[in-house]
């Protein structure tokens, strides 16, 4: 996938779904106080869930999610979450009476008995929560899915690092690399273009893990700038393991940089915006060029090691 506007640069190389998965089971305690009861369940939309339907009542009848408090309900008890109360303008979609604001607490209560499974567990997430705490556990799941670490557009793709990798590579066509050092040469005819971010990435596979290196220039202030940054294909904890190096110069000067890999559930900008890598002023990488200044032939050469 080319970037916009076309701006891309030439590499020579030298080296939430809206759906929620719920499942369902008995809590310990109503298994210990019912135990004829907890041996009968069923499978349904969500999964395992208790005999007695408190899943089913606890689905909205409007967008078929399941629903926190508060939940509402008309006179005649037919029940909706709070963004579809605002979405149908406060009139019951079922029986068209008004809403108002009568909060259905027995059904919030009823769902304290529930535990559930957290929604990534097909990615590895085997952990059981009270049904009011599943949202806040899976905004921090270390299984969770990641979000594309593609730069150069607007991409909702998520899933697993394999599932990220194979899409870099098949959907945006990324150069993968193996090895923990590169060498690579940036060219751009007019590097006085820098109004929209023009951008490189590469995927390296070093000890196993897969590394994203970016390359772009943009404005920092008024200033244009060149910036490169390593981004890890993982989680911050591990991402901490990891070190890197990059390095850029000619005419016996040069600019260094040592840093820690960023995850990449921090975003690209949250990281360009950081000022997180290595940062060369434009005059700085003209001169790095070459006496023209007419044409940006940039070097960048990095390692990355692992830290004992």
């Known amino acids: 996938m080319a970037p916009p506007g076309g701006n891309a640069f030439k590499e020579s190389l030298e080296s939430n779904s809206t759906g929620l998965d719920y499942e369902f089971k008995m809590s310990k305690a109503e298994a210990s ?37 508060p939940i509402f309900q008309c006179p005649n008890g037919h029940t909706l979450c709070t963004n579809c109360k605002l979405k149908v303008r406060n009139t ?56 594309c670490p593609y730069a150069g557009s607007e ?28 060498n690579h040469r940036y060219v751009k005819s007019n590097p006085h273009e820098v109004e929209n971010a023009t951008w490189m990435l590469t995927v390296f596979n070093c000890f196993g893990r897969q590394f994203c290196l970016h390359f772009e220039a943009f404005q920092l202030g008024t200033a244009p700038v060149y910036m490169a940054f390593l981004r890890f294909m993982g989680d911050e904890k591990e991402a901490k393991k990891f070190s890197y190096s990059l390095e850029v110069g000619a005419h016996s000067r040069k600019l260094t940089w040592q840093g820690i890999p960023r995850s990449i559930r921090d975003s690209h900008r949250k990281v360009r915006d950081s000022q997180d890598g290595l940062i060369i002023p434009r005059n700085m990488a003209l001169y790095f060029s070459g006496s023209d200044k007419e ?3 940039l070097r960048v050469t990095g390692r990355i090691w692992k830290e004992e």
């Open 92 to 147: 019951c979609p079922t029986c068209r009476y008004e809403l108002g604001n009568i909060r259905c607490l027995a059904l919030e209560k009823a769902a304290e008995s529930l535990e559930v499974l957290c929604r990534f567990q097909s990615l590895g997430c085997h952990d059981i929560f009270p049904y009011y705490s599943k949202l806040k556990h899976e905004q921090h799941c270390r299984f969770r899915s990641y979000n």
């Open 295 to 297: 044409e940006l032939k």
């Open 33 to 69: 106080n019912k135990p004829a009861r907890s041996a009968s369940v069923s499978i349904g939309k969500y999964g395992i869930h208790s005999s007695n339907g408190v899943y089913e009542l606890l689905e909205c009848l409007v967008c078929t999610n399941l629903m926190y408090p």
């Open 155 to 182: 991409c909702s793709v998520a899933g697993d690092i394999q599932t990220l990798v194979d899409h870099l590579k098949d959907d945006h066509k990324v150069d993968m690399h193996d090895g923990c050092t590169f």
